[in-house]
């Protein structure tokens, strides 16, 4: 393992991710950073490192340490820090938003802040707030998809153009040799043919073509796609949904045509569309088409055999079907860009000519031309009309910007290309630039900064080492807004005979900012937000945390519901797998699948550490311990630890002296703590649980349930039973709690026997528990969720306290089972507010609830209407029958009567995520002895969670949900087990989840008596169920 850290710099995982941005709650205030001039921080240093007046010489010493130079530096608890800021600030300040501030410095709880936290602070503040004023890259994809342009016989493409006509969007390539091929949206080869060649040349009665293409151009609004040849002609290739055939071979042009554009009026098709040709001499040709309706070209008298040939010369006898303009000499080199603007009515070219780079020149010829000239001119440029913007790239490696109408010096020159730049692109709607060399290296420009936001080396499986790829003069297609419904705006790069396609953004990203309701759809259904991978509650802050697959971390007030931070990208765009608080309750840290692991200030998102990974897979566990020591655990199979009790190090080594090396012989998927004994449990996918003592960090026991020859299945929790661990009475009974395909084992760690109870907690057979919770001051109560969605609420309070016989798989009782979600529950948290016990619960369907430990739903982080976690009447409210089809109601009747509940069981309205803002009521069975009025209370149903502040977020439709992507991997055993893969592999969630439905199967074989209730946990109606002590 320490052989793999040195060998891999596995801190490069921090420098290739997508920036994080943060967005916070307006109530919050302004930020400190804003609030802070110069002079006040000049006023404040004077005081911290100034002797304080009226205390004794000595004393001052004691509060500092010298610095070297004669100057201390001091601590100020809060009363002296905030008399300290109305001095400097003003009386005025808010006594909230100095508590704020001075909780944000002192974020280790030490009760004082100095200086030099104070400046550590400041520091990270301004760090973030100048990374996010700079926009994160257009591109979504950190390498394309790449397709082989397999008709080309290993010549480059010359030009790919999108055809529109053919709904849904079409490609249409060109190489080199003349080989046409049409693509469908997805890039897959439809169709292909072979540009005819010249008649009066024929080999083995063949009319091959022997040329070189040089630029091709789709006229959308003829269906016809021009090509233009070395041989001096053009060639009209009809492009329709049941062929491609070529039509009119234009030949006998005075000069090789160089470069292609062709505009159409979408609002005013009567408009005569243009054609517009560059030479090889400078010059330009201008074709109109009158009559497009009827054809390009006047139809020929006698059918030929092949596409209608014209000499050009004989041009004007298409008078009445076509114009033709000629504009000599534009450039003194060969034209190599030619665009139109209709606005203005202006024809644009470039050459790499050293006196005519670009020129800018009106059809009619009326005005003086607009000429920049530049060293070795310009050999690609795009133009945008909007923003009056020009980019230039060239033969000496620079990007250049220039505005319309300055032609003597460029607004910004941007080096970094190492060779010629082939092409640039300006993409308006994220007001980007994206510019391509010949090493097929592609930049991503920021137009208002001019700086580099990202630089992507292309691996086309094309390239040889050592080797300049070769490439056509147009490598570049660009697909912005407006497109086709059901299309992504992308960026298409040849490079030989190969496609790279890129996804791009549609709007604009990073930067951070407040959170904001504005872009919200108030009475409509909302949509649900991404993945859920974890989520915690944290008692001192009494917030909510929620760790998403799409890489983000949201803050929830539990009080009220409402959002107070939240942090994408959080891991760049690597999903999230678990997160964990330090000891203080004030900084949060999370773990990614990549195998990084960072640290969050809770109170403004402030990102304070970044942690060694120790391999570049899943991190499966953190805890901390009570000095601020973090473990960390996941597919390296070993423990990690690290000290992030400092504030100064920003990057923090990871520490492997656990004597962890060669323990669990299978990855780690769970680790829990408990102080009160000195231990940490740790379990693997091979079903061992172990046990490590605190002052050795070495392993204690070894705890893992006979299989009797069945294949050990993986363990999916523990949870530490604190208040029996404490209890010198109680320590020796069953202390540790495990979940192993839905069977909890209650395990004694310093009795004579380990195992002391165990049963099967799932409604349904085959299924598995994924969270454990207990009221930890207690103990008196164990929930638990399931990947059914169902939650079930145990008396433990005098289970596991005798040694359970062999045969034996009593189950405790069970005061509640309600479902809470649709999906798989992935986390579920007993919290304790305003003196009442509360249920967390958050699941993969992207949702998380707040529930009252009698199954009252108190709501859905995320939800419109806020609560208010003190006052019952805001949350319980009426029941009113839901508003669904008669065919839904039907089918929820049919699985209520399918469920056969017992006596004392009652089926009340549970929130259904599927149909949002309404609610359900079945009718209670219950007998009236074992009612009480608490049974008869109603929920709110339950909202999903809008997983993204702004307003392009908030309105953003959930993408597609991951089945069960969980810490355990799934893989036959029969072929040998395989680690999850992370994204971008082929093996889905949903086959692992499978594979773990049939791993757990045979469980279900000996699932206790009592074990299950008719599978009344897998109905899909939402029953909660009630059930008394005596059950």
Known sequence: MDTLRKNKNLWRLYDTEVPHSRFCDPSCGVSPAEKLSPEHLQLLRNAFTCPQAGLPAKENRLKGRSRGRGIEERGMKFEEFQEVLRSVIGPNIEDTWVERFFSEVDISCTGQVKWQQLCSYLFLEYTERQRASIPTAALLDAQPQFRHCSHNKREPTVRVVAVSHLPPLHYVSVSKGGQITVWNDSLHILKTLALAGDPTVEVANTRRF?????????????????????????HFVNVSPTSVSEDVHLFGFRSVLT??????????????????????????????????????????????NGPQRIFFPDLGEHSNMVSYHHI??????????????????????????????????????????????????AKCFDYNASLQLMVTGGCDRT??????????????????????????AIYQPVGQIFSYSRDAELRVWDISTHLCLKTVCLQFPCLQPGRIPEHANFPFLLLSPPLPEDTQPHLVVGCKDYLAVLSLAEKRRGGGGWLTDEGREYGKESQWGPSLSCALYNPTLRQVVTGHADSSVSLWDVETGRRRLHISNAHGEVELTCVAMDSSHRRLITGARNGTIKVWNLLNGLNLHKLEPVTDTEVTGLTCLHDNQLLAVGWSQRIAQYNISGWKDLNVKADMSWKSSSVHKSDILAVCQCSALGLVATAS?????????????????????????????????????????????????????????????????????HTYGEFYAPEQAGECVLSLSSDQPKNTILVTGDTTGWLQIWDISSYALDIQQESACDRPPMLQCWRAHRRPLVCVDVLEVADQLFILTASVDGSAGLWTKDGDHVGGF??????????????????????????????????????????????????????????????????????????????????????????DLLSSPLGVVSELDWKHKAQHPASGRKKQQVPGSSQTVSDRWEHMLALSSDLSLVVAKGGGRGGGGGGGGGEKKRLGKAD
């Not at 079903?687 to 069945?710: A, C, K, S």
């Not at 208040?723 to 069953?734: C, D, E, I, Q």
């Not at 699985?895 to 549970?910: F, H, I, N, T, Y």
């Open 328 to 377: 000599p000499d534009v450039h003194t080199q060969p034209i190599n860009r030619v665009m139109f603007d209709p606005s203005t009515s202006v024809v644009m070219t470039s050459s790499e000519s050293d006196t005519t780079s670009v020129v800018f020149m009106n059809v009619s010829q009326k005005r003086e031309p607009y000429v920049w000239k530049f060293k070795q001119g």
């Open 210 to 234: 022997r040329g070189w293409t040089t630029d091709a151009v789709s006229m959308g609004s003829v269906h016809t796609v021009a090509i233009a040849t070395d041989c001096r002609d053009l």
């Open 685 to 753: 996918y091979d079903g061992e649980v172990v046990i490590w003592r605190l002052e050795t960090q070495g392993p204690l026991h070894h705890l893992q349930r006979e299989t009797e020859g069945r294949v050990a299945l993986p363990v999916d929790s523990l949870l530490f039973l604190q208040h029996r661990a404490g209890n010198k009475k109680l320590r020796n009974r069953g202390v540790l709690v495990s979940s192993q395909a839905g069977r909890l084992h209650f395990w004694s760690i310093t009795g004579e026997k």
């Open 862 to 951: 995320g939800q419109e209407v806020m609560w208010n976690i003190t006052d019952p009447a805001s949350y319980r409210r009426e029941t009113q029958i839901s508003l669904r089809g008669a065919e839904e109601e039907e089918e929820e009747e049919e699985m209520a009567e399918s469920d056969k509940l017992g006596p004392r069981e009652v089926k009340c309205q549970v929130p259904d995520p599927i149909n949002l803002g309404h609610t359900s009521q079945e009718e209670c069975c219950a007998e009236a002895s074992s009612t009480s009025p608490a049974d008869n209370d109603e929920e709110q149903p339950q909202q999903p969670m809008e997983m993204h502040p702004t307003e």
């Open 259 to 304: 470069a292609l554009c062709y505009w159409h009026d979408i609002q005013c098709p009567e408009q005569p569309p243009l054609l517009l040709l560059g030479d090889e001499k400078g010059g330009v040709h201008l074709m109109w088409f009158l009559n497009p309706s009827k054809g390009l070209f006047k139809s020929p008298s006698k059918k030929e």
């Open 399 to 424: 990007v250049r910007l220039w505005t319309r109408y300055v032609t003597t010096s460029p607004v910004a020159t941007l080096p970094g290309h190492h060779t010629t730049v082939l092409d640039v």
